[in-house]
Each structure stands twice: as C-alpha cells, then as structure tokens.
C-alpha cells in the first residue's frame, strides 16, 4: 500500500499554472517534514522544495524561487507544490517525499519514505 500520492499533474502549456497535491496514508506522516523532488528525462533526480512538519520553515531550489509554493495541510495529511509561471524546463516526474526530521539538506537520500511520482509536462 502506497504511504505517499501525487495527484494534480498533467499537460500544461508555458505559463500556466498546476497544483500537486501529495496524500499521506500513515497518520504520523502529518507532522513529517516533506519534500518535493522531480526528475526530467535523462537527468537525475533533483530537489524542488521542502518544508517542516509545523510548516515554519521552508526551503527551494534556485531554478523554482519565486514561481513555486509548497505548503501542507496536517489536519488532510496532505503537501501541495502550486506551481506557477511554468516553464518547459520543468517537465519531469515529480515525486513527493516524507521525512521524520525536517533535513534541510536537500538531499534524496534525507527522505526515508517516497511516492511513485506523477507526470507534469510543460509545452512551449
């Protein structure tokens, strides 16, 4: 059984706008630090945001800064990336991630528990 859902992606053309949603089915998951991570075809798997349990503290890479929002909901044991002004660059699978900690390091291997990923795929 699945511990992590993404939903919400698809097809979106450049300068659109897509909301992922990531459900957690353990209910200790809703005061774990989670992350979002995405890989693009033929490239490794890179970090895209995270955020503490309590949400207080939050964390993106560079190329997203300023287009991109992650943010939870513990009551739904749910993450969400709203991602904005979505460039072509960010089509990927986006995979999101659960962590007991908070690790602020951006690291893969920081996250103990992963989802199976979700599509999204940017047209110019």
């Known amino acids: 059984q699945a511990q992590l859902v993404e939903s919400g992606g698809g097809l979106v053309e450049a300068g659109g706008s897509l909301r992922l949603s990531c459900a957690a089915s353990r209910p200790s998951f809703s005061t774990y630090a989670k992350g979002w991570f995405r890989q693009a075809p033929g490239k490794e798997r890179e970090f895209v945001a995270e955020i503490s349990g309590s949400a207080a503290s939050t964390s993106y890479a560079d190329s997203v800064k300023g287009r991109f929002t992650i943010s939870r909901d513990n009551a739904k044991n749910t993450v969400y990336l709203q991602m904005n002004s979505l460039k072509p660059e960010d089509t990927g699978v986006y995979y999101c991630?659960?962590?007991?900690?908070?690790?602020?390091?951006?690291?893969?291997?920081?996250?103990?528990?992963w989802g199976q990923g979700i599509q999204v795929t940017v047209s110019s």
């Open positions: 991630a659960a962590n007991y900690y908070y690790p602020r390091g951006r690291r893969e291997s920081d996250y103990d528990y």
